[in-house]
């Protein structure tokens, strides 16, 4: 069975205290991976995809990282404003093989 | 945001009663999606569409039905509603382009059944 696991379930940072984090997965062939950005009562932003093990990719402040068995998410010097839950999600086959993580909620205070 | 739109975006409704949520997109996606999000679980898929009146199951298809019968319409059932249906339920569609492969959700129904 397909899992995915993120850490920690919640992160308190000061501003511009830099910290990354995890996603763990278990799918049997992955396609690709994906992280999003949630706000309360909205629906999940799409931030990246990334396929392959070395894979990098940046927006802003966040750094995402993929390996054969974890996934990054770098956050950079953040701000206030990058408080949100962050989501991963693993893929294998079609979409409809897609195993979303339970998320990690990130508060940056000021 | 994938021209994704969700209505209700608010429901409250008794047991037993049916519930109809829609999903409208406005970019002739060809796979759309019905996920629900609980405290403790990841996001869940309900039912997917893959073209006009083709759907199939996903992991946690009881109690729901969906039919698509116009490309951009995709619509859930609860044929009648339980307390362990109150959820938030999100529609997405997915996209294969250039740049790489993306899923896009659209802002969710939060639905109250009690």
């Known amino acids: 069975e397909d899992q995915v696991t993120q850490s920690p379930e919640a992160l308190r940072l000061q501003e511009g205290e830099s910290s990354s984090l995890n996603c763990s997965y278990t799918?049997?062939?992955?396609?690709?991976l994906f992280w999003y950005r949630q706000d309360p009562g909205k629906g999940p932003e799409f931030l990246f995809t990334?396929?392959?093990a070395g894979e990098e990719k940046e927006k802003e402040r966040l750094k995402a990282t993929l390996t054969k068995k974890e996934s990054f998410l770098h956050i950079t010097a953040p701000k206030p404003e990058d408080s949100a839950t962050y989501l991963c999600a693993a893929y294998s086959g079609g979409y409809q093989k897609v195993t979303f993580g339970t998320g990690t909620k990130l508060q940056v205070i000021p | 945001d994938a021209g994704i739109t969700q209505s209700p975006r608010h429901k409250v409704t008794e047991t037993g009663t049916p519930v109809t949520l829609r999903c409208h997109q406005t970019?002739?996606?060809?796979?759309m999606y019905w996920y629900r999000q609980d405290p403790g679980h990841g996001l869940r898929l309900i039912h997917y569409?893959?073209?006009?009146?083709?759907?199939d199951k996903g992991e946690v298809s009881d109690g729901y039905s969906v039919s698509r019968s116009k490309t951009e319409d995709f619509l859930l059932t609860l044929e009648s509603a339980t307390s362990s249906q109150t959820s938030v339920y999100f529609c997405?569609?997915?996209?294969?382009?250039?740049?790489?492969?993306?899923?896009?959700f659209g802002s969710g129904t939060q639905l109250s059944v009690l």
């Open positions: 799918v049997s062939g992955l396609r690709g």
């Open positions: 970019e002739n996606h060809r796979y």
């Open positions: 997405a569609i997915s996209e294969s382009r250039q740049d790489g492969e993306k899923l896009f």
């Open positions: 990334l396929y392959s």
């Open positions: 569409s893959y073209g006009v009146k083709d759907t």
